[in-house]
């Protein structure tokens, strides 16, 4: 299994696949071939059908200036929904060309090309088979995840909690209308500023979360830095619940960064054994992912035991089962943002039930993963971003 530290990237919005991954894939082919006077890409399956609406040619071509983008919405039998075809020209002759996929969470691989994201650092294969070693050595989940990836891991967590810091706070702070044409309004200030006398903790709390949410998912929307966790589409979930309990519950820094280290583990288990693509395995892959990794870090944030973490991954999980990609008009607004804030919200519930009975659950982690990744697959393309199917049809049709 690869490092954790591929899972958080920092990097523009609104989708990592068809902005950061792009964003990648444009730098390093540009280096390999500086005597091209020119560049075309050709997008294909979902990078054609909504990169339009997400900016991936904007995103190309801020490593690219004056890229030729192409969309071919035609082509089937892709090896993956989000395939790019690059070419360096010279004179109008194609001097080399490159398939490059966009795997999720601004992850890239080239064709026949192994990268620095190949290499492995776990042996193990699984969340079963991690907290088995954990169990052997008598540590807890970070002891283990820190051990395994070395002293680098911390300093990478610092920036990347920085980042989602400043992603909130700065979604906090803005107004406005969001671009794309929906007219869609930032909400966040108005979630943290309305107050209310007579609410309850939990109804202050859970405002509060969702505020933060917002503020973070219209980040990305309008196309700023976040933090792909795991994606740039789920970026709210996980740095609202570990910003709330830092700034407003007191715990320190150094345990946030552990929880999301713990929250990277969980992320790289669904990687690795299905997938944190929307335009792969539908939101499941991405929301579901992010509130399952949200759940865990919480889990961990509280000092429950590695049981207690894994029922509460999976729980959340669980009930993200099905999870259509359907982006309205193809940006990451309708009903991106807002599904942000329930997933946070549901990460929390997840935690609570497993608190008290995980000792009587009946389906492990990798069971959940595993049925996510076959309901993706068996899932209509039309419901995996590419706006043919759901909300996407409806609304557009109003």
Aim: aromatic share 8%; net charge negative.
């Amino acid at each position: 299994m690869k490092s954790i530290k591929s899972i958080y990237k920092i990097g523009h919005g609104p989708s990592s696949s068809h902005t950061v991954g792009p964003y990648r894939a444009a730098k390093i082919f540009a280096r390999r071939y500086p005597a091209a006077d020119s560049f075309r890409v050709t997008l294909y399956g979902s990078l054609a059908f909504t990169g339009e609406g997400h900016g991936t040619g904007k995103a190309i071509r801020s490593a690219i200036p004056n890229a030729e983008i192409l969309f071919n919405r035609t082509e089937r039998g892709l090896p993956h929904p989000n395939t790019m075809l690059f070419e360096a020209l010279r004179d109008g002759e194609v001097l080399g060309s490159a398939r490059i996929f966009s795997i999720g969470g601004g992850s890239i691989r080239i064709e026949n090309e192994a990268s620095e994201e190949e290499i492995e650092i776990y042996p193990q294969e699984n969340f079963s088979q991690m907290l088995e070693s954990c169990r052997s050595q008598n540590i807890d989940l970070p002891a283990f995840i820190y051990k395994m990836e070395g002293s680098s891991l911390r300093p990478y967590l610092e920036r990347i909690w920085k980042a989602m810091k400043d992603s909130v706070e700065r979604g906090l702070a803005a107004e406005g209308i969001l671009p794309g044409g929906l007219n869609v309004a930032r909400k966040a200030k108005l979630l943290y500023e309305k107050r209310c006398y007579n609410e309850s903790a939990d109804v202050t709390m859970n405002r509060v979360i969702a505020a933060y949410a917002y503020a973070v998912s219209e980040e990305n929307a309008d196309e700023n830095i976040v933090v792909t966790s795991p994606t740039c589409g789920s970026c709210g979930v996980l740095p609202s619940v570990m910003y709330y309990m830092c700034k407003d519950r007191g715990f320190p820094e150094n345990e946030i960064l552990d929880a999301l280290a713990v929250a990277g583990l969980v992320g790289n288990v669904i990687r690795t054994n299905a997938s944190i693509s929307g335009a792969e395995c539908g939101c499941q892959a991405e929301i579901g992912s992010a509130c399952s990794m949200t759940a865990a870090a919480l889990a961990a944030l509280y000092k429950l035991n590695i049981d207690q973490i894994e029922y509460a991954a999976e729980i959340a999980m669980e009930h993200n089962l099905g999870l259509t990609c359907d982006p309205v008009n193809g940006l990451v607004q309708i009903p991106c943002i807002e599904r942000n804030a329930v997933a946070a919200m549901r990460a929390i519930t997840a935690v609570n039930l497993s608190r008290f009975l995980y000792t009587t659950r009946k389906i492990s982690f990798d069971e959940v993963v595993a049925t996510m990744y076959r309901t993706g697959l068996d899932m209509d393309e039309k419901y995996r971003e590419t706006s043919h199917g759901g909300l996407a049809v409806i609304y557009s049709r109003k």
